[in-house]
């Protein structure tokens, strides 16, 4: 993939759910760039399409009309098979849940999806990863034997360990506690910094928002607000003050 293209794009993209009266626009001709190891946050109010956003350039879920695109590939055009090698080569995924195996280990978790895709695990980026999110001394366990935080930066390892294109993360502090938080908060930044890694994360926490390099608001299935290197406060304030009739504002 050429180094001039965007990790993530969504191009004019609509999706809706159900139909007729009962048809509810997620969203609503939302185009953003999501640049090479840059962190990106999208929030907005419940129901705004922040997590629609990011399942549609996951390709987790397929849109109406538009374009995503993943690097040079175009996501919304391929059939099941390609994206099933899209997302195991090129995407990796951060949950709330975790969604780790109880019966392996924190090692072979990390390790799975790479398992599954008959990849060859890089020992030397592997012990790298590892060692960014300090689980050297837990790989023997099982998720049950984990902390909250530990199991959570378990997941971040299992995301980066295959060096994909973009990590798309979706509320992954919402389950833990403000210092388990802050470690995974870290990973994830350190992760941009050290390893040049993309990272789109969906949060409605302003704390976390601050981590990023820039937070994308969304309001009614549109994008209405962007803030750059921002603050928890600035966050804040911003999603106070957020409705479906402003226009997009960058500071």
Known sequence: MTGGVAAARAVDVWKSYGTGEAAVTALAGVSAEFERGRFTAIMGPSGSGKSTLMHCLAGLDAIDTGEVWIGDTRVDGLRDRG???LRRRHVGFIFQQFNLLPTLTAAENITLPMAIGGQKVDQTWFDAVVEAVGLRDRLGHRPTQLSGGQQQRVACARALVSRPDVVFADEP??????????????FLRRSVRDFGQTIVMV??????ASCADRVVFLADGRIVRELHAPTADAVLETMKHLDGGERLVVA
């Open 83 to 85: 994206l099933t090698d």
């Open 173 to 186: 502090t919402g389950n833990l506690d403000s210092r388990s938080g802050a470690e995974v908060l870290g």
């Open 203 to 208: 949060t409605h926490d302003p704390v976390a």
